[in-house]
């Protein structure tokens, strides 16, 4: 099983637990959980590419312009450079933070990798 199957259930549930807050408009939790998945999803294209464009979706809901264009930016870094491994590693993906910079991953999103690259072996 390669990275993007088997991050898919936990990036999927990230991505619903955001929409649920999000449709609580509870903001703070949805880009949380949007931030985990990100971090949880960013060694595949794919799922980087979604939690970008999920981000963009919310920074266009909030008619936020540094979210927008900092996600369009984003997108374009995720499609083509994340195969080819340039991505700092631990990093949210909000535009409130660098795109170059790493980050210290959380004791439950490391978690969720170690289970990841488990399931991978």
């Known amino acids: 099983m390669n990275f993007t199957q088997s ?3 936990y990036v999927n549930q990230k991505l619903s637990q955001a929409s649920i807050a999000f449709s609580q408009n509870n903001n703070e939790a949805g880009f949380k959980a949007l931030e985990d998945a990100h971090v949880i999803g960013q060694h595949s294209t794919f799922h980087h590419t979604v939690v970008h464009y999920q981000m963009l979706k919310f920074g266009v ?3 936020d312009v540094k979210e927008v264009f900092g996600q369009i930016f984003r997108i374009i870094g995720a499609l083509t450079k994340t195969a080819i491994g340039l991505l700092p ?3 949210t993906g909000g535009a409130n933070v660098s795109p170059f910079a790493p980050m210290r991953v959380s004791a439950a999103n490391k978690s969720i990798l170690d289970k990841i690259k488990h399931a991978q072996s």
């Open 7 to 9: 991050a898919a259930p």
């Open 61 to 63: 809901k909030q008619r």
């Open 89 to 91: 590693e631990g990093n």
